[in-house]
């Protein structure tokens, strides 16, 4: 009981300390490696150069059913053959790189971020309930985030510890939320109405405030 209460006042402590800095206004997409020289690359590609590169991509994913066995090549159209005779070979390259940013976009977190105060709005998950307050929830940028698959990936979901609770509202309420995130990898048990899930988790966040979300005018 007594380190209960310890770890209530260490809490109430840390939340306080939090109000007094400034929140640095975050957009989901922040809470994922960015690629400047490669947006860059792509962004001064001609427009017939960009239509070009999506159908390299659209031609290794094609292989990569066929070769897998998702698609069967007696069900191949006209347009499918087409598409897997043309030479992109010369792009190869660049479709490696735009393959290795996104493995690192969906896996790694922004180090900068950690121990900083933030603002983020999102929606609700709740994990934890006192009364009929929520003191812990998932965080997630889009409604139906988890309850579909795949859900999204770690480094766009935020496990929220928020002591003094708020009032549970509707699956998915649309919230603003500050406190100090942390890098920390987790996973968090959903109870869904098909059943429980465990999905993983990058960021958590000891939060100051959580309000009801309002859209800027």
Known sequence: MIARLLSLIVLSILTCSVFAAD????????????????RKTIASMSQEQKSRLMRAIQQLDLKQQVDGGKVKASNLTSADTTLLKEDFK?????????????????????????????????????????????????????????????????????????????????????????GKLAIKS????????????????GYQMLASEVREYKAAK
Not at 124 to 138: A, D, H, N, R, S
């Open 186 to 201: 987790s996973k968090a048990n959903l109870a869904l109405a098909d059943g429980a899930s465990d999905v993983e988790v």
């Open 90 to 178: 010369d792009l190869k390259p660049l479709i490696g790189e735009i393959e290795a940013f996104e493995k690192k976009r969906v896996t790694e977190m922004i180090p900068s971020l950690n121990g900083q105060v933030v603002e983020l709005s999102g929606y609700v998950l709740p994990l934890k309930l006192k009364g009929k307050k929520v003191t812990e929830f998932l965080l997630v940028p889009v409604i139906g985030a988890c309850i579909h698959v795949p859900a999204p990936p770690p480094n766009q979901m935020i496990v929220v510890q928020y002591p003094n609770g708020f009032p549970q509202g509707e699956l998915f309420t649309p919230v603003t939320v500050t």
């Open 23 to 38: 929140a640095k206004v975050l957009k989901w997409p922040e809470l994922q490696p960015d690629a400047p020289v490669l």
